[in-house]
């Protein structure tokens, strides 16, 4: 790894040099974990625990006319059976689409959709219980494509809400004059990409363990958004948030795949409330296919001007996204496809109109990427096309229009720092891309991205700091407190540094409660990158709040001033830092200190829909792919990738790596492979097995580069590396397919099948192309026009 | 997680015993060897045997014996990775050795064993599922149901031979020995399989696959082509064995095997015969692969598109042709 040098001169830290930021120490949970001692959801095993397993339903779309459960009471080892009856209201992460229910009564929306469930002495008991449940159903019409959801349905609209058919949103905006835009370009360009679904396949299958003694419910369960998951289960058990805690076991991975509220958190913990017994639920694998939440398939059109140069003018996109059978996060996955395309270039007038469709399949929700993998894919590939019908370097014209730090988007988005010219040149320079000689089935592909660092708004209204936290020193050690929810990402390892980098400690000296709502104060949770920047900030903070307290007691022993002291080696001036501890306590009692982190209110604009895409910072990320495809089989090998990303600054220099590698590994898997494919209304491959993933032979080797931009407002500087990394990887892909052979595969993933496709068009003198034909009517609303932001507001 | 159901487990003194058991039990029984294959299927619900009767304890069968008349035995219970330690039979069949190396993953090739894998059941994607799953989609005929879900018009089950070895055993001539309640009797593995995926072995249900018997090389070359999503771990969706002898550069004669083109192994040397008495060119190659690749029926119940499984047909044909002519040993794996 090539890791930037840290400029002492740009060190926003107070104290000077860093001691732990930005070296590549090992994780905090790294030992426990490869040692095997971590205690994962389904490791916790606690005295008299029921095993709960659900009944699903087989049909992916029908009423349900009656729940027969007499013929459970009568086997041995079962505790308790629950139906719709028991759990009858209404949740959903996103409050405006509220619209499942831990168990259905009514009726059943795809093929997995819990209907009831057990708890009994094992599994098997459970499960054979539950294949004593009689169920009556009425097979209604099922919705398999976004076509078909948008035209009126034979029977009845999967949801009562929405509409019309099948819908669930529609968003329609206008940034600038786009007519204007079009009418003065010298050329025009539309194409179509379609995106298929797929899952994030965390190692660890979905696990759950409720316990309920004292008038406290514990829930210990594999979710990335613990505080999100305690608000669900107030609402649907009727419980006071202050009788619940909810805690986020450590994961074998979440990729979005956790962030909702599941159907069998509730039910373990209403299992648990009415047994008297712990209650644990596992998911199969299968299950997890089911639960999905994953990436949405989304339907792609494009239309683009740009002048003689290659300067954007004007820009259309549309979008149409298969949501599956519920809302999860599918109104803020709608407006994330239109979003972000203004983070990299600076479209003066741009147009966005989307489209969210209910299907009877596995829910969509956010995958690493939310919703704009998809988007992403469509315009770097598009803009490959624009460059080559232009005759301009791809890369070049992309510089030309590339957005400039401190600036707002036209869609009113804040740039801060920005290095997405740095990236861009550290990736063709490590590369060779522009240098490269050219062989027969070779092909290299390049494309550009950004992601946030957090989402502006939280996920419902509230006016309270988006993460919250507490520093507690006493003869017992450091212990810090955060909601903020480890998911294997490695986020306790950048809490631990940080507090450890300002109180002169190691991070191993740091205990770390996390993920915890009834132990820490609240964090929203692990998912649109938002963890090192906000609760990295927060934790700072609180730790810059102790140091002051013990340098303060240290410098009035020393007779100096608290400024002379050095905070370091676990050392507090000439004390020891316990001697500093139990100075201040001798002074101030109980010593702990806290620290918030609220994003800054202007970040966006102020129109409907504006609150998807605001971030206090942007990362940007630069691929280069290097590939070769066998003509005669469309079979790809890969050979490398270059990923340079926009640190900011690496709070841990390893663990950055790792996720850039980690991000790369699942972008490859997409673009090439992976498929959360449907037949006959139900899902094609639901094992591992059978849903392509890559394995290590299929990894290509990596190379990674860090720029550092050293962020005004992200802690020391840092940004994201979670999700960015994953985007230009696709596009990359089908990029380095196209200079390899003079194909465009228009559509994800990849395969042999498809570029085999493409040749065979190209060789019947047809266009040379793998891809959708056309995009269908979408009964868009009204546009809603933003006027751009003036020009006073542009430079920042 | 999926659960094995309750099973009684037999553990018999001997492969003979065995066959006495499976007679005893009837359909109630089933062999389990390295359970690589066996084992998953019942926690799917996909076989559900009440008895299985062990045979990885069995020393006799885990024996690699060389033969007078310069062949091998090769003991049903050994397993896919010692078959590719052992330095004699990497040296006299290059091809079977390479087969039992492609089988999914090195963990289950040190669990599975040869037998097993010439026994292996046909796969197809609306089969191996969940109980569940199958319920969903509605059952087939190969279990719980009664017509096809690929193939609705055909009147038997279409589920792709999945074994890598055998058509490499088919294209070498081996044969295998089975011992039933009767006696012993030894068969062309070639008559082994029938096209039927449903009942896709000729042998008796309480026969017990002994040993391979594998001819003497007698300059015999061989290859096989295996061609799948990803190399790591998962089984054919198309494979190919080819097996030749030359005089010097001019091809005595050639056998050429297909798996996961259809329920059984396709033996489609006839249209080798092309290549008789000659040396190899493209052109040659190519028209041989273009003919023997006609009877391969790739249905959509496998990954990666059944329009180009056909198409891949033919290209790992042409390639098995070349690899089996080369001498080296260590002939590299697709894509070449
Ligand atoms: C993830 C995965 C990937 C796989 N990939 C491949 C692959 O790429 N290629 C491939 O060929 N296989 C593959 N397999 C299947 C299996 O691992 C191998 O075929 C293995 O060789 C089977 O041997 P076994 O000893 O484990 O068989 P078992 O599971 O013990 O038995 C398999 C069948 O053979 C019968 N049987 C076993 N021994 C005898 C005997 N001596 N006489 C008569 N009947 C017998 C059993 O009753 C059973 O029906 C895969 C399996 C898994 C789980
Ligand atoms: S080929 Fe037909 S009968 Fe055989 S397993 Fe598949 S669907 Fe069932």
Redesign the interface.
């Known amino acids: 790894m090539r890791a930037a040098t840290t400029e002492p001169d740009r060190d926003p830290s107070p104290g000077g040099e860093l001691r732990l930021v930005g070296k590549p120490l090992p994780r905090v949970d790294g030992v426990a974990k490869v040692k095997g001692a971590t205690a994962y959801a389904d490791d916790i095993e606690l005295p008299g625990t029921l095993y709960c397993k659900f009944l699903?339903s087989?049909?992916p779309h029908a009423r349900v006319l009656s729940v027969d459960t007499s013929a459970v009471s009568s086997i041995t080892g079962v505790a308790a059976v629950l139906t719709g009856q028991d759990l009858p209201t209404k949740y959903g992460i996103m409050p405006t689409s509220e619209d499942e229910r831990a168990l259905e009564s009514e009726k059943v929306r795809y093929?997995g959709d819990p209907v009831a469930a057990v708890a009994a002495v094992d599994?098997?008991t459970a499960?054979a219980a539950c294949r004593a449940i009689r169920v009556e159903y009425e097979p209604l019409e099922a919705i398999e494509s976004i076509e078909q959801a948008l035209v009126p349905p034979v029977d009845e609209p999967i949801h009562d809400y929405g509409g019309p058919a099948n819908i669930h949103r529609l968003a329609a905006l206008e940034f600038g004059e786009v007519d204007d835009g079009f009418a003065r370009a010298d050329h025009i360009r539309e194409d179509l990409f379609f995106f298929e679904g797929n899952t994030h396949l965390p190692m660890e299958?979905h696990s759950s363990i409720a316990v309920d003694v004292g008038d406290q419910l514990t829930l210990w369960s594999s979710t990335q958004t613990p505080h999100y998951v305690h608000r669900t289960l107030s609402r649907v058990l009727h419980l006071p948030m202050g009788h619940i805690r909810v805690v986020a076991a450590p994961h074998g991975g979440g990729f979005g795949g956790k962030t909702d509220p599941f159907s069998h958190e509730i039910v373990v913990c209403k299992l648990a409330m009415l047994t008297g017994h712990p209650v644990k639920c596992?998911l199969?694998?299968?299950e997890v296919f089911y639960a999905h939440r994953g990436r949405h398939p989304v339907l792609m059109w494009v239309r683009t001007g740009v002048s003689s140069d290659g300067k954007i003018l004007a820009m259309h996109f549309r979008t149409a996204l298969d949501g599956g059978a519920y809302g999860s996060y599918g109104p803020a996955s709608m407006l994330y496809t239109g979003a972000l395309q203004t983070t990299t270039y600076d479209i003066p007038a741009y147009r966005f109109e989307g489209v969210r469709v209910f299907t009877n399949k596995a829910p969509c929700g956010p995958k690493r990427g939310h919703g704009t993998p998809q988007p992403r894919f469509a315009l770097e590939v598009h803009l490959d096309k624009i460059a080559e019908e232009i005759g301009v370097d791809p890369v070049e014209l992309r510089r030309r229009n590339y957005v400039k730090p401190y600036t707002r988007t036209v869609n009113w988005l804040r740039i801060t720092s920005c290095g997405i010219e740095e990236v861009t040149d550290r990736v063709v320079e490590a590369s060779g891309f522009t240098r490269r000689t050219r062989r027969p089935g070779h092909g290299m592909g390049f494309a550009v991205s950004s992601y946030m660092c957090g989402a502006g708004l939280p996920i419902y209204w509230n006016n309270m700091p988006h993460t919250e936290c507490v520093i507690q020193v006493s003869r017992g050690g450091v212990t810090l407190s955060c909601g903020a929810t480890e998911i294997g990402q490695g986020s306790d390892s950048v809490l631990a540094t940080v507090a450890a980098e300002e109180l002169g400690l190691w991070p191993n000296d740091i205990r770390l409660v996390t993920g915890d709502t009834g132990l820490a104060p609240v964090d929203l949770g692990s998912y649109s990158s938002r963890v090192t920047f906000m609760a990295g900030n927060a934790v700072r903070d609180a730790a810059r709040r102790m140091r002051e307290i013990l340098t303060g007691v240290a410098a009035e022993k020393m007779g100096c001033s608290p400024a002379e002291i050095e905070v370091r080696d676990g050392k507090v001036g000439e004390l020891a830092f316990e001697d500093a501890v139990v100075a201040a306590q001798e002074r101030f009692g109980a010593l702990s200190t806290h620290g918030s982190y609220t994003p800054p209110s202007n970040l966006g604009g102020s129109f409907k829909g504006a609150g998807v895409g605001p971030s206090p910072s942007y990362s940007y990320s630069a691929a280069v792919v290097d590939l070769d495809v066998?003509p005669?089989?469309?079979?790809l090998?890969l050979n490398k990738v270059w990923l340079a990303h926009d640190i900011g600054r690496p709070i841990n220099a390893l663990a950055v790596k790792g996720q850039v590698e980690g991000g790369v590994y699942m972008g490859l898997g997409e673009a090439m492979?992976e498929a959360q494919a449907y037949r006959?209304g139900?899902?094609?491959?639901?094992?591992m097995?059978?849903y392509?993933s890559?394995?290590?032979?299929?990894m290509p080797e990596v190379e990674t580069i860090l720029v550092e931009t050293i962020d005004p407002e992200g802690p020391y500087g840092a940004k994201e590396v979670g999700q960015g990394p994953l985007l230009p990887v696709i596009p990359a892909v089908a990029s380095a397919v196209h200079d390899a052979l003079g194909v465009w595969v228009d559509e994800v993933p990849v395969?042999?099948?498809k570029i085999?496709r493409a040749l065979d068009a190209k060789a019947k003198g047809r266009d040379g192309r793998f891809g959708p034909k056309s995009f269908p009517d979408v009964p868009y609303p009204t546009m809603v026009k933003v006027a751009p932001p003036d020009a006073a507001a542009t430079a920042l | 997680?999926?659960?094995l159901p309750r099973f009684s487990y037999l553990r018999p003194g001997s492969a003979a015993e065995a066959a006495q058991l499976l007679a005893e039990h009837g359909s109630q029984a089933r062999l389990v060897a390295g359970g690589t294959d066996l084992l998953p299927k019942m926690k799917r619900g996909q076989v559900e045997p009440e008895v299985l009767v062990g045979l990885g304890h069995l020393g006799e069968l885990r024996q690699v014996r060389a033969r007078d008349d310069g062949g091998f035995d090769v003991g049903a219970g050994v397993t896919l990775s010692e078959v590719g330690a052992h330095p004699q039979l990497r040296a006299a069949y290059r091809g079977y050795v390479r087969a039992s190396a492609l089988v999914s993953s090195p963990a289950l090739r040190n669990a599975g064993t040869i037998g097993g894998n010439l026994c292996v059941d046909t796969r197809c994607?609306y089969y191996?599922?969940?109980y569940?799953?199958r319920?969903?989609?509605g059952f087939c005929m190969k279990k719980d149901g009664d017509i096809c879900r690929v193939a609705p018009a055909s009147a038997t089950c279409r589920a792709i031979a999945s074994s890598d070895t055998a058509p490499v055993a088919i294209a070498l001539g081996a044969s295998v020995v089975l011992v039933g309640p009767e006696g012993e009797r030894e068969v062309p593995v070639a008559s082994l399989y029938q096209d039927d995926g449903q009942f896709y072995l000729t042998k008796a249900d309480d026969e017990v696959l002994v040993s391979l018997r594998l001819p003497k090389p007698d300059g015999w070359r061989s290859s096989y082509v295996k061609v799948r999503?990803?190399?790591?771990?998962?089984f054919p969706v198309v494979g190919v064995a080819a097996a030749m002898k030359m005089t010097g550069p001019v091809v005595e004669a050639c056998r050429i095997v297909l798996t996961a083109v259809g329920p059984q192994p396709l033996d489609v040397s006839g249209a080798a015969e092309a290549l008789l008495g000659r040396e190899l060119d493209d052109a040659a190659v190519e028209e041989v692969a273009l003919q023997a690749a006609k009877p391969a029926r790739p249905l959509d119940n496998a990954?990666?598109?059944y329009?180009?499984r056909k198409?891949?047909t033919r290209?790992a044909i042409e390639q098995a042709i070349w690899e089996a002519r080369t001498t080296s040993s260590t002939t590299s794996s697709r894509?070449a």
């Open positions: 699903r087989h049909h093929v599994e098997e499960l299958q596992t199969t694998r299968e066998d005669r089989s469309g079979e090998h492979m006959h139900l899902h094609k491959q639901p094992s097995l059978d392509k890559p394995t290590f032979l299929e395969t042999p099948d085999m | 997680m999926l659960r994607n191996d599922m969940s569940e799953w319920q969903a989609v999503s990803r190399d790591s771990i998962d990954d990666l598109g329009v180009w198409r891949m290209i894509p």
